[in-house]
């Protein structure tokens, strides 16, 4: 590449990317706005194509006629073990939903450990039995894995990644984009569980009652929601970031604005009383037991019977809708009557002084 | 939940706001000291619902935003240093200084850890014996018993691989700064409700006489921020200037003495310079010399250290309460929370964080609807 014309043409298809950071840092890996400009400034432009555009938690993908879903995640929790689950059943339950959130039914999962030398040996055994209990529930196989040792210091306990794929029914099609406006929006229960379950152990925070994680696998919820109608048009689980990231993503690739009603959301005593301690906003919170979903407000109400009948559902509510105005925008309806825009975050949710 | 939702009741809202509505009659600033208070009158939308007379203005009460670039770069030249624990509340962590913040230095290997109080870096401290572990104690009149306790503690316990790098601030001294500066809109003051909480409002008494100002120290949920702007507008409505307590369940006059006794045997006021204000005599504390073993900018002698903010930044004029945050050309353009050009932007509780984080540098075309936030 010595001429300059090629050369030049080089610096033009493969521009360096402008970065605010020299280096990585945590909030890189938090799920808010840096998350998001790591993919679209280095990864995205190496990889454009048309089944990674849409950014959904999955690929979904054409083989001779069958629709597949394709979605691979990496857990990296600390502490390993928490109240309502560990690092294992985690990694089950998310793979397999973000293959539900594709609208597909979980089939098949790979899993890749990456453990640090001195980890217990009763620890992975722990935690791959709780793999096998999660599959068992999910109802799906773990047919291919890989297995790393690490020096000493070179991770932190274990690292596993999970790949899943899925089998997408007729009729199907679920995607960020497709949220229309008069969507009416559901959750299937009480948000912010999660993240406030690890934060209360990583602080040592003691509560009244201990708050357990809400991991699960979503795919029996998301069949019983097919049941009562094939009319829904976005599901997504507010993973890391919390409700605000996954709603403000579906609002972008939508470009429709999306309202909340704050009285709306359901949110525990518990995790309300633990978010004001901590200075956290709970929608900015981690779930990994729960769906949002967009659907027309004529299916609304069948499909929130649905969600409350099922076990993973009791809690659901409508708590908002899609409109017209201010595209690509979260609004809010706040409890005293104000109204305010919800915001992705920069990066983690700091803890506030006062 | 209990003891919260009571103050957050859409219908006591508009009562109050129709109560404040009957009784204004012409147009008054009012000024809200806190962080804290700024950060819920944004986030509920407040302000919008008060009538167009009413205007709130936010003060310089965001610890986070008034610590000097100078001692935050003190603080990253301290953490950056092997054998260093370095220990800070979670918000201080974004805050850039010259060169980066702290979770950048985190990255690059430094050892940055968040602790919800300064108490827990004992516990740090006794278990890492080999390493310093500093805390970097910012804050006002609030957060300074737990500071004070946690010096105290490590001298009664012996531990000697502890210290704090220092920079409190005091609201007295500013409110009195902000009513002599030459372009002061201020009326009437929401007084501190948290800082009250552990000073009470003695204080606060000579200050409303002496400049002719209403002050009521006032909580921070919608009910509280609402009914402190009644009372203060009531006040000036009369033509009077007191101290009143809209925060009883919390605020008593004295204050809380226990909390005080601590702060007063290990702090000593001393002059601080404020980021976006400049220096205010006697507005800070600082370590006594009885607890100098404990001071870490005397044990890592970081020294002087020059800095250089940014030009176009009016965090000085916002801090005062003469501008908003809408009212800087570079606000959500070239000064973003991911790229704070000045104290205000630093920090959730800064009010053009708030301004930022619930959505008031878009525009008023990016909303067709009427009533929308603009």
């Known amino acids: ?354 | 939940m209990k003891f919260m939702d009571e103050y957050r009741d859409e219908k006591l809202a508009h009562k109050l706001i129709a109560e404040i509505k009957r009784t204004v009659t012409r147009p008054w600033v009012l000024m809200e000291v806190c962080g804290g208070q700024t950060h819920s009158i944004v986030k509920y939308g407040i302000d919008r619902l008060l009538p167009k007379e009413v205007e709130l203005v936010h003060g310089p009460g965001c610890p986070v935003c008034v610590t000097a670039l100078e001692t935050i770069d003190k603080a990253h030249a301290i953490a950056q240093r092997p054998n260093v624990i370095f220990c800070s509340f979670g918000d201080m962590l974004r805050v850039p200084g010259s060169e980066a913040d702290l979770l950048v230095l985190k990255s690059r290997g430094a050892d940055i850890r968040i602790v919800y109080s300064p108490i827990d870096c004992l516990k740090i401290a006794r278990e890492n014996p080999h390493k310093q572990v500093v805390f970097f104690a910012i804050g006002f009149e609030t957060t300074a018993p737990a500071n004070a306790m946690a010096v105290w503690q490590a001298k009664k316990q012996g531990i000697s691989n502890f210290s704090i790098l220092v920079s409190h601030v005091l609201v007295p001294p500013a409110i009195s700064a902000i009513l002599q500066s030459p372009d002061n809109r201020v009326q009437g003051f929401l007084g501190p409700g948290h800082v009250c909480t552990v000073v009470g409002y003695r204080e606060y008494e000579p200050l409303a006489t002496q400049f002719r100002v209403p002050i009521v120290i006032t909580g921070f949920e919608p009910l509280d921020l609402l009914e402190g702007t009644l009372m203060a507008v009531r006040q000036l409505e009369e033509g009077r200037a007191e101290v009143e307590n809209q925060y009883p369940r919390v605020v008593q006059r004295d204050g809380n003495r226990v909390a005080q006794q601590i702060v007063e045997s290990v702090f000593e006021v001393c002059d601080r310079n404020w980021r976006g204000v400049g220096s205010i005599p006697q507005s800070g504390y600082a370590l006594r010399p009885d607890f100098a073993a404990y001071d870490a900018e005397r044990l890592f002698d970081v020294g002087a250290i020059a800095t250089q903010e940014s030009g176009v930044c009016i965090s000085g004029l916002v801090l005062r309460g003469a501008k908003k945050p809408h009212h800087c050309s570079a606000f959500g353009k070239a000064c973003t929370p991911e790229h704070p050009l000045g104290a205000t932007m630093v920090s959730a509780e800064g009010a053009c964080a708030a301004y930022y984080a619930y959505g008031r540098h878009l525009q008023p075309q990016d909303f067709a609807a009427k009533g929308q936030p603009s």
């Open chain 1, 1 to 354: 590449m010595n001429d300059p014309a090629s050369l030049a043409a080089a610096l033009t298809s493969c521009p360096l990317p402008i970065m605010d950071h020299k280096e990585v840092v945590l909030p890189h890996g938090a799920g808010g706005k840096l998350s998001q400009r790591l993919i679209q400034n280095i990864i995205l432009p190496q990889f454009r194509n048309e089944f990674l555009q849409p950014l959904h938690d999955g690929a979904v993908l054409s083989i001779h006629g069958a629709r597949l879903a394709f979605s691979t995640d990496s857990y990296v929790v600390n502490p390993l073990f928490f109240p309502g689950g560990d690092i294992g059943d985690l990694a089950v339950n998310g793979t397999v939903n973000d293959l539900a959130m594709c609208g597909a039914q979980p089939l098949y999962l790979s899993a890749a450990f990456i453990i640090e030398e001195g980890l217990p040996m009763d620890d992975l055994w722990r935690i791959v039995q709780s793999m096998r209990r999660a599959a068992d529930r999910a109802g799906i196989a773990l047919v291919t894995g890989d297995t790393k040792v690490v020096d000493r210091g070179k991770g932190d306990k274990i690292f596993i990644n999970t790949s899943g794929i899925g089998f997408i029914p007729e009729g199907r099609a679920i995607q960020p984009g497709r949220a229309a406006v008069g969507d009416k929006i559901l959750i299937s229960g009480q948000i912010a569980v999660h993240g406030i379950a690890i934060m209360s152990v990583r602080e040592g925070l003691e509560f009244e009652s201990e708050i357990a994680s809400d991991t699960a696998p979503l795919n029996s919820l998301v069949e019983a929601l097919f049941a009562a109608s094939n009319n829904i048009h976005v599901l997504r689980d507010p993973t890391r970031g919390g409700a605000t990231s996954a709603l403000s993503e579906i609002a972008e690739a939508a470009q429709v604005g999306i309202r909340l009603d704050e009285s709306s959301l359901p949110i525990s005593e518990e995790v309300k009383g633990a978010c004001e301690i901590l200075g956290l906003d709970p929608l900015y919170v981690a779930n990994e037991g729960k769906l949002l979903a967009f659907v027309p407000a004529s299916d609304a109400d069948a499909i929130l019977a649905a969600m409350r009948a099922h076990p993973l559902g009791r809690g659901a509510a409508i708590i908002g809708e899609v409109v017209a105005e201010h595209p690509r925008f979260v609004t809010m309806k706040t409890r005293v009557g104000g109204t305010r825009v919800v915001e992705m975050l920069s990066g983690e949710q700091l803890p506030r002084i006062c």
